[in-house]
T-cell receptor
């Protein structure tokens, strides 16, 4: 199985500031998808952003953007203008061609008012 | 967006009994559903992949005789934890794949299982 590594178990950011969450993955496949999911205390998984591996352009969704470095197998998430509602666990996920998801260990994000 | 429900949201059972968890896609057909297990403050671990009308594919280390998965229709998959023990206590999450949207999975709200 593919491995996904999130090296930051906890991160904090001041409200309105920018924070970057790191993610690396290991795969021998060339075709795959990468995702960032948010899990608030309710435990409901919420899709934040997705990136197709064949696309060179980094995905952007409002205040959320990624830095996808395919050669380095790196997929970081940048949250701009952080809001209190952004506080949650963030999981990086790798999806193979069989549509199986493999999740990283998560980063707990705290937003400081 | 698509909605996936799980029932029950929380179940408490005695050691040795079996418990069934349902996962339903409410407004789309899911050819494939996935079951995950999540321990407190840990990541989601893929347990098995469930395809409608066929046997589930289990990840390495997951006991197929203990975690029975049935995907009888395009909108329903069930996970039965047989002869549950306290170490099976965990949070179980399902997700469903909408074949109309490649690689888009929708997650259920999860089921908390407590085995006493």
């Amino acid at each position: 199985a593919q491995t996904v590594t999130q090296s930051q178990p906890e991160m904090s950011v001041q409200e309105a500031e920018t924070v970057t969450l790191s993610c690396t993955y290991d795969t021998s496949e060339s075709d795959y998808y990468l995702f960032w999911y948010k899990q608030p205390p309710s435990r409901q998984m919420i899709l934040v952003i997705r990136q197709e591996a064949y696309k060179q352009q980094n995905a952007t969704e409002n205040r959320f953007s990624v830095n996808f470095q395919k050669a380095a197998k790196s997929f970081s998430l940048k949250i701009s203008d952080s809001q209190l509602g952004d506080a949650a666990m963030y999981f990086c996920a790798y999806c193979n061609t069989g549509n199986q998801f493999y999740f990283g260990t998560g980063t707990s994000l705290t937003v400081i008012p | 967006g698509a909605v996936v429900s799980q029932h029950p949201s929380w179940v408490i059972c005695k050691s040795g009994t079996s418990v069934k968890i349902e996962c339903r896609s409410l407004d789309f057909q899911a050819t494939t559903m996935f079951w995950y297990r999540q321990f407190p403050k840990q990541s989601l671990m893929l347990m098995a992949t469930s395809n409608e009308g066929s046997k589930a594919t289990y990840e390495q280390g997951v006991e197929k005789d203990k975690f029975l998965i049935n995907h009888a229709s395009l909108t329903l998959s069930t996970l039965t934890v047989t002869s549950a023990h306290p170490e099976d206590s965990s949070f179980y999450i399902c997700s469903a794949w909408d074949r109309g949207f490649s690689y888009e999975q929708y997650f259920g709200p999860g089921t908390r299982l407590t085995v006493t």
